[in-house]
């Protein structure tokens, strides 16, 4: 115990953030379980009002802060190092530093449950409902509300995630081995330097606004009071800001997993190197200038709101790019059904999905019926979802064998991909109909409308098929962990430097970092001790390994 | 878990029949037929590109299956030409979608002209819609008259948080943020009560925030301001007038208005008889419901700021009286 407690080896850090996110994950997702009990029929009364608006305020701020976040940014720590060929992070402190806020600033979160209720004025926290005028505590502890412990719990974990960026900019642009310029990093090191720096952008602008949040409900400022002057908008501008870069954090390293995955069970190089880093490196330059179109219903000016619909729209390309490269990719392989293979397929079509509803809000028009509506909540959990969970599940049936050294069943994975992909698409596609049907967005109860019922019906059965989903896996790395085949160094005769070492790696990675003679080094390596060893090249790409 | 006696409290919605099946596709104004319309071809468009990939991805998964054991496949150099193809091809078909979204937004959505005044101020609450028409100085609450056929100029406030003023089947939505003045434009092409709802989070009873805009020819409209203007009768009967005794001693005017004077914390009660629905069009209005709704308003709503005044059997009978009588 004192061992992981102390530790700043980044892989068991690494291997910490993943944990901890797990155990969010669980709770994120049974409060997402008794959202959909509560609207399963109509004027249904499992939870009250407060109730509902605690659940789904935090499922939000769990998912987004304490299982996206430190699920991808854990996955990036554990990974980095050993495919840059390096022996840990630039700081290994920081890096446990970073980690320790994360579970300490979500327990804060988690501790207001119990000491005055959570927050009920949601993830994205408006003022002035988020103002002490509208949410304030009554509880053992004095008028501090939920929204309190919101704000500077996000404030300890906001700092956690600025430090992993910066310590994972630093890893990369010095610590990659000799030979690895950046023309011949892994794609998962090129998406996750661009997410790194929109963390860095992007993060700050919502720890300040937090702050003044805080002195607004406890120090009497009035940053975003209008009864005091100050400005409601001016708090969506800073979240946005934040907010939608945030989007992009959380899609881009699922990016990443994908760029990596699809070639090695395609058995080709990726298609378009050059072209998937670069659009990857645009979507992070558009992601920041972009942020109003959360607030096309806000009245903004139509000049100010045209510019946003467009910068919106223009991120469509670089992301359509990506999945055309992947797809070329699979062209002219041979394709591998092994379960990560299989999720990244089923990443590719989910996320298109969710890429193609964001269109829909881009187109401005259209945000102004849809916005607000459970159209987005079906947007973006395609998204989050199909795109970064399912990203996730790929990545984790790929490199779970380097990180424990034994495979995950083929055959639970089977049962978890059909099981996720039906019940995603239960759940949430629905959700697209009951937005044109009008339902808005976090509602605890609703009227029996026509077709509603019927659609809230299925979209908590999906719900239910989509957890079990979750316990399939988990099952299924719990009896791999222990009886799972031993996967041995490089089970899936992939390329890139974290195959080279044992698995589990030993603390210090590598005895010796193989040379990088190119992109995929060891592939390389391999032809280069075949034609001194045989003199046997049949050509390149098509050497026989015997 | 923190509202243990919630269960208790349960109310079931009326007034649902109000809605048709796809609000957003049931235009019943030239501004939402343009979104309606708008919305049609961008799913088909969307629907379009998710099939080619699907097809481009069933078709990898069919030719291109391999066995262990199989020799790599030699490697590929991406085509430039293909790479530029496929990043041109979606700049300029959203080019087109984008330039068919700003045709709808100014169909949708035109500036008003300078100093334009509106013909009714629409307010949110929590979690009630305040109207009021600054040309007749009429005052209402939760039901929004409108004349048909023409473009009606509202300015969107708040009075406490954020809130959202939705009406699918005629107008886009707009957000009502305190401190800050918007705008839209109401149309309805007939006659006919159309349901609204609040759109943007704003507090526990935000499920229960529904409005009525209801559209009347000009004459009928004008007949409509004119009696919201006038005074209604004094209380007829015994029971009626110990109600507006009651109304009086429990200080009902704290929050509510009449005739002009009063709080402006809750919804104006001077022609209350004469609405179709209460509690933000959760219930219709009727004796019967405003009795339920006086016995206990946060047993309709819990969280509601309307408190529960205590009121026997007696007091709520003689108050309905006197309520029902407000035409």
Partial sequence: ?546 | MLEPNWAAAAVVWQLTELQGLLPVFEPASPEARALSELLFWVSILCAAILLLVGVLIVDAVIRYRGREGDLDPPAKTASYKVEIAWTAAPVVLLAIIFGFTLRTMGLVNPDPPRNATPEVVIRGHQWWWEATYPASGVVTANEIHIPVGRMVLARIESADVVHDFWAANLARKIDMIPGRENFVWLQADTAGTYLGRCAEYCGTQHAHMHFLVIAQEDSTFAAWQASQLERPAAPSGTLATQGLAIFSEKACLSCHSFGGTGGNAAPDLTHLASRRTIAAATLTNTPANLARWLRNPGAIKPGATMPNFQLHDGEIAALVAYLSGLR
């Fill in chain 1, 1 to 546: 115990m004192l061992d992981w407690a102390s530790t700043v080896d980044h892989k068991k850090i690494g291997i910490l953030y993943m944990l901890t996110a797990l155990v969010f994950f669980v709770i994120g997702g049974l409060e997402a379980l008794a959202m959909r009990i509560q609207l399963s029929r109509p004027n249904n009364t499992f939870l009250g009002p407060e109730t509902y608006n605690q659940l789904f305020t935090m499922h939000g701020t769990t998912m987004i802060f304490l299982v996206g976040m430190p699920l991808l940014i854990g996955l990036a720590i554990y990974l980095v190092p050993l495919m840059i060929g390096a022996r840990d992070m630039a700081f290994p402190r920081l890096n446990a530093f970073g980690y320790w806020l994360i579970p300490f600033g979500g327990l804060l979160i988690y501790f207001s449950f119990f000491a005055t209720g959570a927050s009920t004025a949601g993830w994205f926290s408006y003022p002035p409902l988020s103002l002490r005028n509208y949410t304030l505590g009554n509880g053992p502890f004095g008028n501090v509300g939920g929204v309190d412990y919101w704000s500077i719990g996000l404030l300890i974990v906001g700092v956690g995630s600025v430090a992993s960026a910066i310590n994972l900019i630093a890893t990369i642009l010095l610590l990659r081995a000799p030979g690895m310029g950046f023309g011949r990093m892994p794609l998962f090191c090129w998406l996750i330097f661009v997410t790194a720096a929109l963390i860095l952008i992007a993060i700050p602008a919502l720890n300040a606004a937090l702050v003044m949040l805080f002195f607004d409900r406890r120090f009497g400022t009035a940053f975003f009071d209008p009864t005091g002057g100050g400005s409601p908008l001016l708090w969506q501008n800073f979240f946005w800001i934040f907010g939608h870069p945030e989007v992009y954090i959380l899609i881009l390293p699922a990016f990443a997993i994908i760029s990596e995955v699809i070639p090695v069970f395609a058995r080709k190089p990726i298609y378009g190197y050059e072209f998937v880093a670069g659009s990857g490196v645009s979507i992070g330059l558009f992601g920041l200038f972009v942020w109003a179109h959360h607030m096309f219903a806000a009245g903004l000016s139509q000049g100010v709101t045209i510019w946003f619909g467009a910068a919106s729209m223009l991120i469509a390309v670089p992301t359509g790019v990506k999945i055309f490269n992947w797809i070329g990719t699979l062209w002219g392989g041979s394709l591998r059904f092994r379960t990560p293979l299989l999720f990244a397929l089923a990443f590719i079509l989910q996320f298109t999905v969710g890429g193609l509803s964001g269109i829909v809000f881009a187109t401005i028009a259209l945000d102004w019926q849809l916005t607000d509506t459970y159209f987005v909540v079906a947007h973006l959990h395609y998204v989050l979802f199909g795109g970064t969970v399912f990203a996730v599940f790929a990545g984790t049936y790929y490199w779970f064998p380097k990180f424990t050294g034994r495979m995950l069943s083929e055959r639970l994975g089977r049962w978890h991909l059909w099981l996720a992909v039906i019940g995603l698409n239960a759940t949430f596609f629905v959700q697209h109909m009951l937005g044109v049907m009008g339902m808005p967005r976090r509602v605890y109860t609703y009227g029996d409308f026509p077709g509603w019922a019927l659609a809230n019906g299925i979209s908590t059965v999906g719900a239910v098929i989509l957890g079990s989903s979750i316990v399939v896996f988990l099952w299924n790395m719990y009896v791999s962990l222990r009886h799972g085949d031993i996967a041995g160094d490089n089970p899936w005769d992939a390329w890139t430097l974290e195959w080279a070492t044992t698995s589990p790696p030993q603390p210090e990675n590598f005895d010796t970092v193989p040379p990088v003679l190119g992109r995929r080094p060891l592939y390389e390596l391999t032809a280069q001790r075949e034609s001194a060893n045989r003199r046997q090249s049949v050509g390149r790409g098509q050497e026989i390994v015997l």
